[in-house]
C-alpha cells in the first residue's frame, strides 16, 4: 500500500541558486547622474552646451518657453555635449527654457536624465 506520504521534488533537493554578477545585474549598474547644462540664442536657434557627453533618442524636447505656442521643431548635434534646438518662434535673450521632470529626449551613458527646472537664456 502505497504511503500517504509525498514524495520529494527534485527541486527541494538543490541549493538554492545564488545571485552571480554579471552584465547589467543590479550591483554593477553605475547610478544615474544628472546631466547639467546651459543655453545660448540666436533668433530661434537655442544651442544647449551640456556638462558631459550626451545622447539625443530622436524624440523632440517637451521644453517650453515663456511664449504662448512655441514648439521644438527639429534638433541638430554639433558635438557630443553641444546641439542645436530650433524653435517655431523666435526666442528673446530674457526668455527662459522649462525642462520637465525626466525628459526621455538627452540622456547620458548611465541613463541620467536633464535636470528638470528652469534655465535662463544667455548670449553667446
Not at 9 to 28: A, D, F, H, T, W
Not at 43 to 61: E, K, M, R, W, Y
Not at 100 to 107: G, K, L, Q, T, V
Not at 113 to 119: E, M, P
Request: no cysteine.
Amino acid at each position: 500500500m502505497p504511503s500517504m506520504i509525498r514524495q520529494s521534488r527534485r527541486y527541494n533537493l538543490n541549493p538554492p541558486r545564488r545571485k552571480i554578477p554579471g552584465v547589467g545585474s543590479e550591483n554593477q549598474r553605475g547610478s544615474r547622474t544628472p546631466i547639467s547644462f546651459a543655453f545660448e540664442v540666436s533668433t530661434v536657434n537655442l544651442i544647449a552646451f551640456f556638462d558631459q557627453p550626451v545622447i539625443f533618442s530622436g524624440i523632440l524636447p517637451r521644453w517650453s518657453t515663456g511664449i504662448a505656442g512655441a514648439d521644438v521643431v527639429s534638433v541638430t548635434r554639433n558635438s557630443a555635449i553641444s546641439y542645436t534646438i530650433v524653435y517655431d518662434v523666435s526666442i528673446a535673450l530674457a526668455d527662459s527654457v522649462l525642462v520637465p521632470f525626466e525628459d526621455p529626449s538627452f540622456r547620458n551613458a548611465n541613463g541620467g536624465y536633464v535636470n528638470a527646472g528652469t534655465v535662463l537664456v544667455s548670449t553667446p
